[in-house]
């Protein structure tokens, strides 16, 4: 039974244009959100998280949205750069819990 | 900065032997985590600790054991291992209090091979 789910196993984007990374869950006890980026043979790294007393966190060229009557959460970057390419994972995790993580999307950014 | 530091990179296991993960942090988090990375199915959790000598079974902890003996270490271990334990095993660890305490940091992997 997964809780987090990423429909989009890939996308391709243009360098330069929007790259919008989408995250589903199920437990609407989550309360603390966070994207993961991970390079082939890496363990992931952290990029951002969001909380769910907020709808919306920025961090340079990455936006989090969350929306919580939907169980809907959004990476948004822009603009996208070649080195953005990578896996981007979705987590989540309710209070202070284990997390769950979903399935991943496999990013790629052409030049 | 967060170290967790996985002991092993590759590691090619026959059937059947006993194997162990050892995965060791340096910024005293209470948290510890073991998932697993497989394509298609992302990261999955397979046990996680709260404290020392406390565990607790995650989604697909079957096949796996795990101990905590000292708060730094988290091992994983596989009793006998069989060929679909072949995959990327990710440490992670967690300081597991308040907003910030709730970012976990992993390891770089350790990709075991079972033949």
């Known amino acids: 039974d997964q809780q987090v789910k990423q429909n989009s196993p890939s996308l391709s984007v243009q360098e330069g244009r929007i790259s919008i990374l989408n995250c589903d869950y199920t437990n609407s006890m989550f309360d603390y959100f966070l994207w993961y980026k991970k390079y082939p043979a890496e363990g992931p790294t952290f990029l951002i998280s969001?909380?769910?007393?907020?709808d919306k966190n920025e961090d340079g060229r990455f936006t989090v949205f969350l929306n919580k009557s939907a169980k809907h959460l959004s990476l948004h970057i822009v603009p996208s750069q070649p080195g953005d390419s990578a896996v981007y994972f979705c987590a989540a995790s309710e209070d202070n819990n284990d997390m769950r993580f979903g399935a991943g999307t496999r990013l790629t950014v052409k030049p | 900065d967060v170290k967790v530091t996985q002991s092993s990179r590759y590691l090619v296991k026959r059937t059947g032997e006993k194997v162990f993960l050892e995965c060791v942090q340096d910024m005293d988090h209470e948290n510890m985590f073991w998932y697993r990375q497989d394509p298609g199915l992302g990261l999955r959790l397979i046990y996680f600790s709260y404290d020392v000598k406390m565990k607790e079974k995650g989604d697909i902890p079957e096949g796996y054991s795990v101990s905590r003996e000292k708060k730094e270490r988290f091992s994983l271990i596989l009793e006998s291992a069989s060929t679909n334990q072949t995959s990327m095993y990710l440490c992670?660890?967690?300081?597991?209090?308040?907003?910030?305490?709730?970012?976990?940091?992993f390891g770089e992997g350790s990709w075991l091979t079972v033949v």
């Open positions: 992670a660890s967690r300081e597991g209090t308040g907003p910030i305490g709730n970012t976990i940091y």
């Open positions: 969001i909380s769910s007393i907020k």
